[in-house]
């Protein structure tokens, strides 16, 4: 071809050629665990489903970031390997540097994780082994404080100090007064960062905020239920059906009569809130997932 008619392949062009790598990895890792599955204990299987799934996504985001981002290479190293968010271009773009944290918010971080580490590790100790399922949930709650609230803030604050803009992935998810500011703004922010990334940005244009919303809601209940339901065995669609409560709760509270009733800020925002959130999350963290997975975890953890 003569050299006036080559064609000049733009960056836009290499990016979509170069796509399916991107999500390579989550076409075959969760495949390549779920094929494990009768090989391992359940929480084992949990463990090793739930991190295929992320270390994929994880590599999703900064694939499709990567480009588009002009950043230093220790950037990429530290967002795959040292940091559980998913707000790849925030954390590659060295011109958002943020402030570091003040004492207030390390000291915070540290209370929670003591409180997390007390009640995996000290309260089911206490509760007598009658009551398997009542030391299930202590150890469960106990395990979301630790890495959640604690480990993972740590590490933020960690990257913070540096200029980093490692948001943290839970931000006081209980001073929300509406379910809109829980799931949209405060708890874990690296999923919502994900799914408005890849469900909801693309969907909202071609069939409203209202369904987008809800399908993002219909695909983290799936996803819940792959990795809660599946390696304890039993549940199936407990999860799910949590989620698209929470879809419907959002709907309800951005609806005219919702916003005519206040739900959606103040005391009966918080109220409607919980009513939707706490009221059914045995649906979330049902009886087959606590007695089969996290007791059987705990118990490994505590006999090391």
Same mark, same amino acid.
């Given at each position: 071809?003569?050299?006036?008619?080559?064609?000049? !392949?733009?960056?836009?062009?290499?990016? @979509?050629? *170069?796509?399916? !790598?991107?999500?390579?990895?989550?076409?075959?890792?969760?495949?390549?665990?779920?094929?494990? +599955?009768?090989?391992?204990?359940?929480?084992?299987?949990?463990? #090793?489903?739930? %991190?295929?799934?992320?270390?994929?996504?994880?590599?999703?985001?900064?694939? +499709?970031?990567?480009?588009?981002?002009?950043?230093?290479?220790? @950037?990429?190293?530290?967002?795959?390997?040292?940091?559980?968010?998913?707000?790849?271009?925030?954390?590659?773009?060295?011109?958002?540097?943020?402030?570091? &944290?003040?004492?207030?918010?390390?000291?915070?971080?540290?209370?929670?994780?003591?409180?997390?580490?007390?009640?995996?590790?000290?309260?089911?100790?206490?509760?007598?082994?009658?009551?398997?399922?009542?030391?299930?949930?202590?150890?469960?709650?106990?395990?979301?404080?630790?890495?959640?609230?604690?480990?993972?803030?740590?590490?933020?604050?960690?990257?913070?100090?540096?200029?980093?803009?490692?948001?943290?992935?839970? *931000?006081?998810?209980?001073?929300?007064?509406?379910?809109?500011? %829980?799931?949209?703004?405060?708890?874990?922010?690296?999923?919502?960062?994900?799914?408005?990334?890849?469900?909801? +940005?693309?969907?909202?244009?071609? =069939?409203?905020?209202?369904?987008?919303?809800?399908?993002?809601?219909? #695909?983290?209940? =799936?996803?819940?239920?792959?990795?809660?339901?599946? &390696?304890?065995?039993?549940?199936?669609?407990?999860?799910?059906?949590?989620?698209?409560?929470?879809?419907?709760?959002?709907?309800?509270?951005?609806? +005219?009569?919702?916003?005519?009733?206040?739900?959606?800020?103040?005391?009966?925002?918080?109220? /409607?809130?919980?009513? /939707?959130?706490?009221? &059914?999350?045995?649906?979330?963290?049902?009886?087959?997932?606590?007695?089969?997975?996290?007791?059987?975890?705990?118990?490994? !953890?505590?006999? =090391?």
């Amino acid at each position: 071809m003569p050299l006036s008619e080559t064609k000049e !392949i733009e960056p836009t062009e290499v990016a @979509r050629s *170069s796509s399916w !790598i991107g999500w390579l990895p989550i076409s075959v890792l969760p495949l390549m665990a779920v094929a494990c +599955r009768n090989l391992l204990p359940p929480w084992v299987f949990m463990w #090793v489903l739930s %991190f295929a799934i992320y270390l994929s996504l994880k590599w999703l985001t900064w694939w +499709r970031a990567r480009s588009r981002i002009a950043h230093a290479a220790w @950037r990429s190293v530290a967002y795959l390997l040292a940091w559980p968010g998913m707000d790849a271009e925030a954390f590659l773009d060295a011109s958002q540097r943020v402030p570091p &944290p003040t004492p207030a918010t390390w000291l915070w971080a540290i209370i929670e994780t003591i409180l997390g580490t007390i009640l995996f590790w000290v309260v089911p100790r206490s509760i007598a082994q009658g009551e398997p399922l009542l030391r299930g949930w202590a150890a469960m709650l106990g395990l979301i404080l630790l890495l959640h609230f604690g480990t993972f803030q740590i590490v933020a604050l960690l990257w913070q100090s540096v200029g980093v803009n490692a948001k943290a992935i839970m *931000s006081a998810p209980l001073r929300s007064t509406s379910l809109g500011e %829980f799931w949209g703004k405060r708890w874990n922010l690296g999923f919502r960062q994900l799914s408005h990334e890849l469900i909801f +940005r693309p969907l909202h244009r071609r =069939l409203g905020t209202d369904v987008a919303g809800f399908l993002v809601f219909a #695909v983290s209940g =799936l996803t819940h239920d792959l990795v809660i339901s599946v &390696p304890a065995r039993g549940g199936y669609g407990l999860p799910t059906l949590y989620f698209l409560l929470q879809g419907t709760g959002m709907t309800i509270e951005h609806s +005219r009569f919702g916003k005519r009733l206040g739900l959606g800020s103040g005391v009966r925002g918080w109220c /409607f809130m919980m009513v /939707f959130l706490a009221a &059914p999350v045995f649906w979330l963290f049902h009886p087959w997932f606590v007695l089969r997975v996290i007791l059987p975890f705990m118990q490994a !953890i505590h006999a =090391l």
